[in-house]
């Protein structure tokens, strides 16, 4: 006989109507290859009168999540509500302590408050599923938890905000400044209200800080100790650059160990256009993962909207729908690394090669005056691109390009913060750092 499998679901927007819409459709090909029978018992969201791509009075409608849990003891409580903390917090934590299935699409909750949850599901004996919280419909996830599982990963990267991807895809394929590209990404939806957790890289971090602990075994890391830039100072002018040296741009957002040390950034950088993740444009979303066992492998897909999270919301159901309880980051709570105990580099002893782009008066002098600043912070200059007057600059300034060989970040924002007292000097230098192969 089939078991029938009880879901509330909190949150009601785009990834919310998806998974409803999904279920209402697929729902008796979903039941027959889980062998179980699905019923959604409560809905619930902030604003009843908002209009939805499905009938709302199909379902019993709840104000407050945590009186739907209460009222229809579902066996999963599904939380898209999407807050760091307050409600999403408050009825998750309340779904775990009362023997109810998590799933979440929530990555700030999750990077913020797993440490916490986790191993209060772990003592509960249910699953807290969060699929869905990283790459959209791309199942990384799972891959690490379970098929990489025997594998010595040794580093993560990947393109893992499709909003920002699409607005420096959009300057790179299309010429565009950053405000024009910025305009399109909002026009097209790509972009939320707020637009800042996207460009300034915090989304990115939030999902980096969750694959960092996947493959490298250990309790989250304080999100803190991710260095995070995002891409609102990328010029139309440096994507030139960019295609010039054969690189493309990308906000790129890294987990590594080097000498059994945790280096993790999210930041644009300069990559060589050759390169599978160079290639990933538009909304997709791209992920590489290097293993000494497997060398490089590579993902790439859907990372946002509703049809793709849904199928990752989806994918938890099933997962829990085989009564296999499995510890939320892979292995027992108890057993990873200790967050505090891990040895994390401080950003500012990244050690790589750097573009620095400055706006400089065309007189003489002025590069003397920057080359020696460079050299009192031991950076030395692998090439020099000084161009004549460009049209993007006004009055009698010109941009002057330096392509660093390696050096420690400490030296080249030393540096820059020397250089940008110059009086020749129009504009913030923009630093990017370069991946070469």
């Not at 910025?182 to 980096?208: M, R, T, V, W």
């Not at 460079?374 to 006004?394: G, R, V, Y």
Request: charged content about 20%; overall charge neutral.
């Amino acid at each position: 006989m089939k078991k029938m499998i009880k879901i509330a679901i909190a949150g009601l927007g785009t990834v919310g109507s998806s998974v409803i819409n999904y279920l209402e459709k697929n729902n008796n090909y979903l039941s027959k290859n889980i062998n179980n029978q699905i019923k959604i018992v409560g809905i619930c969201a902030s604003n009843i009168k908002k209009s939805r791509s499905f009938d709302i009075n199909k379902y019993v409608w709840f104000d407050d999540p945590v009186d739907m849990i209460k009222k229809t003891s579902p066996n999963i409580f599904i939380e898209l509500i999407g807050t760091e903390k307050g409600i999403s917090y408050d009825s998750i934590k309340y779904a775990i302590e009362h023997n109810v299935h998590v799933i979440s699409a929530n990555k700030a909750l999750i990077a913020n408050y797993g440490n916490e949850l986790f191993p209060l599901a772990e003592k509960n004996n249910i699953n807290f599923l969060f699929e869905a919280s990283v790459a959209g419909g791309i199942p990384v996830i799972k891959i690490i938890k379970e098929s990489l599982l025997g594998n010595n990963i040794t580093k993560i990267s990947g393109i893992l905000n499709g909003s920002t991807n699409y607005i420096l895809s959009n300057m790179t394929n299309n010429e565009l400044e950053y405000k024009v590209a910025f305009d399109n990404a909002q026009n097209e939806g790509y972009l939320e209200a707020n637009p800042d957790f996207d460009i300034n890289g915090i989304d990115s971090a939030h999902k980096l800080s969750i694959l960092s602990s996947l493959c490298f075994k250990n309790k989250l890391t304080k999100f803190d100790s991710i260095y995070c830039e995002g891409i609102s100072k990328i010029n139309k002018i440096d994507i030139k650059y960019a295609k010039q040296l054969n690189f493309v741009i990308k906000l790129l957002s890294v987990a590594e160990i080097i000498e059994n040390k945790l280096i993790q950034y999210v930041k644009p950088i300069m990559i060589d256009k050759n390169l599978q993740l160079a290639k990933v444009d538009g909304v997709l979303n791209g992920i590489e993962i290097t293993s000494n066992e497997l060398g490089k492998i590579f993902f790439q897909g859907n990372g946002a909207g509703g049809p793709a999270t849904a199928s990752s919301v989806i994918s938890d159901i099933v997962q829990i729908s085989k009564n296999n309880i499995q510890p939320s980051l892979g292995m027992s709570f108890d057993n990873l690394k200790k967050s505090d105990n891990l040895s994390i580099v401080d950003p500012l002893k990244h050690y790589n090669s750097y573009y620095i782009r400055l706006n400089v008066k065309d007189q003489k002098g002025v590069l003397a005056d920057i080359t020696s600043h460079l050299k009192n912070h031991n950076i030395s200059i692998e090439t020099l691109i000084q161009n004549p007057k460009d049209e993007e600059f006004q009055d009698d300034f010109i941009p002057l390009v330096f392509i660093t060989h390696k050096t420690y970040f400490y030296n080249i924002k030393n540096s820059i913060n020397k250089i940008i007292s110059l009086e020749n000097i129009n504009n913030e230098p923009v630093v990017i750092q370069i991946d070469k192969v």
